[in-house]
């Protein structure tokens, strides 16, 4: 293998590790939100797609990197969108200064980032 | 000299955007921070989006009208109806439309590594470490496409939400594995330059693979009941994070491998966690094990005559009013009856009369991860009322009235005590030690696991008959009227 | 700046995202083993010792060289004995069944990895 | 080509060791799996290093006499010496021998960098990337090495721990600091071509640096108290990672980037959560803050003569022999004292009569971050017994009788009440709380802060005046006695 495809094998890899550490114990709350929130992530493909577009140079490759793009495009923009309005349902209210707070949920907010 | 220095700035951005993208993910692991995380990666992916135009605006060969529109009229069409439809969609639609929009996803990751390999065919360029990325790109794009537009289907109900068994279901799902496989291998064989193949041939081939890769995704899917939903449209994001990163191979692109390579690791994980919450295992579930589907609830079966007390609401409502504290169980049922303000004005009034009220959330309960969570936010429940079951549990012994509000699978003691129940070993709201236990439902139907629940024969039970919106409705009079 | 040294920097980087995710709330129990086996990490400097001493070709690198070496060396094998047997020390017994288990280092120890 | 193999073989050798690094650290961060982990780790270094040999080992121009020799002989004896002291180190000493091997590390980071640099001295290989990374690394790797070299010294009480404020020391930092800074630029400069010097002096640069930087790490540390060396020493790690990481760019080789980053990613974090513990800011842990150092410990001045209430070891034995359950508050005096198998055998003896007993562990009792917890488990305490600050201080109110052996700030309530107090803020052990206390400690005198502890002067206190291990002793007897 050439260098090149080994230091895209090893920035893989690392990428591989982060993915694994990065999700912690998460309150099954969070669950959907933060699958919604990954799926918006691969949304990048969108740049696969502007970057093959840029290259098409023939019809088939136009139809295959226009739809590459639309579909892309409504990954991404959807997707954070649609994520945001699952977390808009987070944001504590005044109530959460109750007692209750020392509740499970209300430990779980009030966790530092 | 600049062209230089813009690819190294183009690098940097996409670098930036990678990073923003982990760092986003981060925050999102605690309900503080999730929705700052989910900006910063929204912002790290429009830096990503825009170095790329940058890059492929500054390109030598220069950039033709034609690839500018699509990118343009492409990107207004997609953003557009992708916003459309988040911004429109009911809260409880999300699931399916996370599926849609993960299913899109996957198809742009195969038609990149498509397009790229049509592009690279016969010349220096189709070496076999792109075969094999263009291949495992195509394959696991077509599988994820085809599948989650199934999963979004069966949640929207376009599709009925039972396992579908297929004639000859395994039998074919392996066979298409196996020509996809026997396709892989003639391509690598192929660049390898092992085996002569024509291009036409190799298009040929690869057109296979693709064939083979959507029925996958449909046979695959099928079968699996659609409560298991949740955590196949989480599996299925992992694979089109794998197959962003395997199109970044093809096109040699280190954000894409990056944002790809996070994605599958992440979704790999979180899938766990969902399943595990479910106390399902993934083998079981991909096998199409239990996932018994919507099928029974709405009026199922009858359960056994067991001796069931029935209760009327004036009853009921003043077990309430003179509570000192009661603990709210919802369930399915109060998802599909929508009656999540309904119960918050119940609640109010009855904090207003100084009962502590909590809601006890089953990590499980509802059809998604935080169906109740979300339903109950929406009506503006406030977030710290909303206890975790392991927070929860041992409270209610100490409660004076558990009000159950369409739950039922979460709430069947029979996990705990009955070995032979298909539901055994998964952790329950312990309701049935609560001093006195209301419940509203509008039957002895079963719930999801299809299941007869002793906690309705408890003799400590009362059951209210009625759907759970017009039920509190009445109670909420009640209350009042005590 | 090149390709080569471009990757090396998202390999870096992501190095340094994987360092911070992997470190969760640790018990202050472990922060001393924890820093052990971190050390004993940056002992792969072995690794640059041994590549330059096979480049080394006047006294002055050989000098270099085998300091670098000793250095690496007596990094990577005592840090990872010392280490082992700081955590020697945290091996369960069987009053770890007791419900004292329940205590803060109890669960601690039974945390899965 | 085989070559060609081989060398792929040795990147993805570098990269799984790197990867073990990783799954290493991972599993340290639980006590059940961290051993397990340290040993993965290990393992993946050791795949590291073979694959470098075999790299070496082929490369085309062939492996000199010499190199063979120097590597063979520097890692006998490199290994051989790390591997003795490692094994022959006492329990409590360890934090100054950790310290020592990271100042090794940090040198050969160093070394790497120097000797890369006098090689592409003049030749087109000394890019401007080259320069910075040199600089970066050598600077850094220096800093480390004096620094951690003082800090052990410290801990191991060959330099006084009490800070050593130099004559002009900040003022001389700065200087060195801007020294080191200005060669950064002439160097940068000199490789960019902006500016021409003749190796010779670009050398002489070079060496300012390294004396600057070798200065600097020794006016960085000695005004630092040997009490916050712990946090010190997890910096200057996490400092010899980043230098092993620049010295990776500079040789560029992946694994040392790979690792050195790691370490100095995860290093940083843990010295943030070394520093919260003990309840100080890096800032002015580094600008040297308080920090007293041991001075004091061992027979300090007397306390004010506040009304102190002696008690002999047989009330206490009675005490201890019924009551029902007693809490050990370990502290610094326990392990100067060596008293962990004394206090054992007296826990073991209560334990024997139907006593519970606790140990509480205060974060940062002793002299290190987990010097309790290591010197009990030596004398095979059972770990569950061991509970940490947050989880015992509920319990001291319920406890009958608290039995301190060689603590004092630890437990010292002016962290709680006294805002005037150097430790006010600190998170402490509420032994004032419970209902009868005996403290062991030979006299009045201070702790590390060099503070009284009005504990002493509690009615609910009876102090009894020995060194911990004869104390502990004569309870034992005392006890078997009742
Ligand atoms: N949360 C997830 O991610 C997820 C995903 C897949 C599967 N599941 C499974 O789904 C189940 C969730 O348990 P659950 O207790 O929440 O729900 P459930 O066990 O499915 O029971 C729901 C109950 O609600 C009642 N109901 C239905 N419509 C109603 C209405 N309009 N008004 C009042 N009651 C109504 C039904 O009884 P009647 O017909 O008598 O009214 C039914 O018994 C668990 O078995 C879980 O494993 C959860
Ligand atoms: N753990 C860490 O990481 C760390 C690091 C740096 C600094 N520190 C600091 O160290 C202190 C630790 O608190 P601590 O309560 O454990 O210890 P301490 O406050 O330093 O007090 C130790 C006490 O033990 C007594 N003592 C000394 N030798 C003894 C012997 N042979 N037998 C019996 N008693 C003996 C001394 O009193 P007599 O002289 O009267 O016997 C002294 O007052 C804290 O201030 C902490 O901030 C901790």
């Known amino acids: 293998m050439n260098q090149e495809l080994l230091s895209s094998l090893a920035i893989f890899v690392l990428a591989v590790l982060v993915g694994f550490e990065v999700i912690s114990k998460v309150p099954a709350t969070l669950h959907t939100p933060l699958m919604s929130g990954a799926n918006s992530i691969h949304g990048i493909v969108l740049v696969g797609a502007i970057l093959i577009a840029a290259e098409a140079d023939n019809p088939v490759s136009y139809g295959l990197a226009f739809v590459a793009v639309v579909f892309g495009a409504a990954n991404v923009v959807g997707g954070y969108v649609v994520t945001d309005r699952m977390l808009q349902m987070f944001k504590r209210r005044p109530a959460a200064a109750k007692p209750a707070t020392e509740g499970g949920g209300g430990s779980d907010a009030a966790r530092p980032g | ?482």
């Open chain 2, 1 to 482: 000299m600049p062209m230089q220095w813009i690819e190294t700035f183009v690098f940097l951005a996409w670098l930036a955007g990678a990073a923003a993208f982990v760092l986003g993910l981060h925050r999102m692991n605690s309900p503080a921070t999730a929705r700052g995380g989910n900006r910063l990666s929204a912002a790290g992916m429009a830096v990503a989006v825009l170095a790329t135009l940058v890059h492929v605006g500054t390109r030598p060969e220069g950039l033709g009208t034609t690839p500018v529109a699509i990118i343009g009229i492409g990107f207004l069409i997609g953003g557009g109806l992708g916003l459309l439809m988040a911004r429109t969609v009911k809260m409880t639609a999300m699931p399916q439309l996370v599926s849609l929009f993960n299913a899109v996803g996957g198809g742009a990751a195969a038609l990149v590594a498509i397009d790229d390999y049509i592009r690279v065919l016969g010349t220096p360029e189709e070496t076999v470490s792109t075969a094999i990325f263009v291949v495992l790109g195509v394959a696991i794009g077509c599988v994820t496409f085809t599948g989650s537009l199934v999963a979004s289907a069966k949640l929207q109900g376009l599709i009925p939400g039972r396992p579908i068994v297929l004639p000859g279901g395994r039998g074919l799902t392996i066979a298409l594995a196996v020509l996809a496989l026997l396709g892989t291998v003639a391509l690598v064989l192929g660049a390898g330059g092992a085996i002569q193949l024509a291009p036409a041939v190799k298009l040929f081939v690869l057109g296979a693979i693709i064939a083979a890769g959507l029925l996958f995704g449909v046979t695959m899917v099928l079968p699996i009941g659609g409560a298991d939903m949740p955590v196949v449209i989480s599996l299925l994001n992992s694979f089109t994070g794998t197959a962003a990163a395997m199109a970044g191979f093809v096109i040699n692109n280190p954000v894409l491998i990056i944002a790809g390579a996070l994605v599958g690791a992440a979704g790999g994980i979180l899938t766990k966690l969902m399943a595990d919450a479910m106390n399902r295992s993934l083998v079981n579930i991909v096998a199409g094990g239990l996932g018994g589907g919507e099928g029974t609830v709405g009026g199922g079966p009858e359960g056994p005559g067991g001796a069931v007390r029935e209760i009327g609401p004036d009853d009921v409502a003043i077990q309430l009013a003179y509570a000192s504290s009661v603990i709210v169980v919802p369930g399915y049922g109060l998802a599909v009856a929508q009656a999540q303000h309904a119960v918050r004005e119940l609640a109010e009034l009855l904090e207003a009369r100084g009962v502590d009220v909590k809601y006890a959330i089953h990590p499980v309960a509802g059809r998604m991860p935080g169906h109740m969570n979300v339903l109950l936010a929406e009506a503006n429940v406030p977030y710290p009322l909303l206890k975790e079951m392991d927070d929860i549990n041992p409270e209610f012994e100490r409660a004076d009235v558990v009000l159950v509000v369409g739950a039922n699978d979460v709430t069947n003691p029979a996990a705990r005590s009955n070995p032979s129940s298909p539901i055994y070993g998964m952790p329950i709201l312990d309701v049935d030690k609560a001093k006195s236990i209301v419940v509203i439902k509008r039957s002895m139907g079963r719930g999801y696991a299809g299941i007869d629940n002793e906690l309705y024969t408890n003799p400590k039970t009362g059951m209210l008959f009625a759907d759970a919106k017009d039920g509190l409705a009445s109670l909420v009079a009640a209350v009042k009227a005590v």
